[in-house]
């Protein structure tokens, strides 16, 4: 198959042009033609030559022309070495045709690392995770650059994710979207053609997740256990937390500087970390009786301390309920059985939190305020009452309860 010239990037009936060529099966290498701009109407797609209503029409079908030429060359030369001839080697031979040497090529690892300086310490970590796993796919896989990453490519990070690593469905969709990420800032950037990131099937399915939740019940037989040492301020940190619904970045910031008092009443007042959003959460009186123990100065512990601790706790309280989840075992569901204390992490409190909100009768919309939530959607899968619960909450409304019906009967 000859190298083909199509339309790109058309916009308000101009596009330019880009050149694409299928020079080994499967393997399709896209090189945009820099510097040409012309009205969609003066292409001629049939003869692949701009019409002669464009005045540069000669020299830009000189240009074509050239090319076509040094592609099918460039072809031939790699003939008995193919697999030799990635999309980066063939980019190289076709700019060192036309004369363009670049000091340095920007290849998408290079790329990937600046990227990611741009954002704060825990969103730079979870991008770093994400190319560390891409380190380690090249190994397993091959080394790649930004014209490899098709649909084959995806394919084979799926099921290395899947299969090889067992990672689960969320965490993989979620090192995805950073490789799209990447991508579309290194297209919008002009350092490759590849608009693989917009294809409908280069996507992993979203998969709901099943973390527990705490009743009012059992976060009071957590507090009302007798602690020692350090696990006795590590339960009064995570009850603290079930009770202010925020995340570890944020309810750890609570100290006299944001409190604030209005008719009465307590506020802890803060700028959440993750959304930037203002929010004010009324004291909790069990919030109120933490701070005062300590003064309105919390201890501190790492989030992943309080993580490892916080399953110790539960399972000295006696939160060891059977609880069924499922799981991905090579990207297939299966359920398991835990106890409870087991699934328990510090994102749980803020679970709590949205859930005992819900199931006390408050509407989805005044949680959200609370949350920092930026809409409804998110929240929900935050909201983990049964159905059971659901009902019991409805069964309290008015109409289950007659009103305005048996008055007139």
């Not at 937390?241 to 910031?253: H, L, N, P």
């Not at 003064?295 to 993580?307: A, D, E, R, T």
Request: glycine share 4%; aromatic share 12%; with cysteine.
């Amino acid at each position: 198959m000859r190298p083909k010239i199509h339309l790109n990037n058309v916009r308000d009936g101009k596009a330019n042009l880009v050149l694409r060529y299928t020079y080994k099966r499967n393997t399709r290498f896209s090189y945009g033609l820099s510097g040409i701009e012309i009205n969609v109407k003066d292409w001629d797609a049939d003869k692949q030559q701009v019409k002669r209503s464009d005045k540069l029409y000669k020299f830009y079908n000189e240009q074509i022309a050239f090319l076509i030429t040094a592609c099918v060359e460039i072809r031939q030369a790699y003939n008995r070495k193919l697999n030799q001839l990635t999309k980066q080697v063939f980019r190289d031979e076709l700019n060192k045709a036309q004369g363009i040497v670049k000091a340095e090529t920007m290849t998408f690892f290079k790329f990937y690392e600046q990227y990611i300086e741009k954002y704060d310490n825990n969103t730079k970590s979870a991008y770093a995770n994400t190319l560390l796993r891409l380190n380690n796919f090249a190994v397993y896989y091959k080394k790649f650059d930004f014209e490899d990453i098709d649909l084959n490519w995806f394919y084979e990070f799926q099921d290395w994710c899947f299969l090889v690593k067992n990672f689960l469905p969320n965490s993989a969709k979620k090192s995805l979207s950073h490789i799209k990420k990447v991508l579309r800032e290194a297209y919008e950037n002009k350092l490759h053609e590849n608009d693989i990131f917009t294809h409908k099937k280069f996507n992993i399915k979203n998969v709901q997740t099943e973390g527990v939740y705490l009743s009012l019940e059992e976060l009071a037989q957590i507090y009302r256990h007798k602690f020692d040492g350090k696990l006795e301020a590590l339960r009064d940190l995570f009850i603290l937390a079930c009770f202010t619904g925020q995340r570890v970045s944020d309810w750890s910031k609570l100290n006299q500087e944001n409190l604030s008092e209005t008719d009465g009443q307590l506020f802890f007042n803060i700028l959440t970390q993750k959304t930037k959003k203002t929010v004010s959460i009324p004291l909790h009186p069990v919030t109120k009786i933490i701070l005062q123990k300590y003064n309105n100065n919390l201890p501190k512990y790492s989030s992943v301390y309080i993580n490892k601790s916080i399953k110790t706790i539960c399972e000295l309280a006696g939160i060891d309920s059977v609880v069924s989840k499922t799981e991905y075992r090579h990207g297939k569901p299966i359920l398991v059985k835990y106890k409870k204390y087991e699934l328990v992490t510090s994102h749980t409190a803020r679970r709590s939190f949205a859930t005992n909100m819900y199931l006390s009768g408050r509407s989805l919309e005044e949680i959200k305020h609370l949350t920092g939530h930026s809409n409804i959607s998110t929240l929900e899968l935050y909201i983990k009452a049964s159905s059971l619960d659901h009902a019991k909450l409805i069964a309290r409304s008015d109409f289950f309860k007659g009103h305005g019906f048996l008055k007139v009967v």
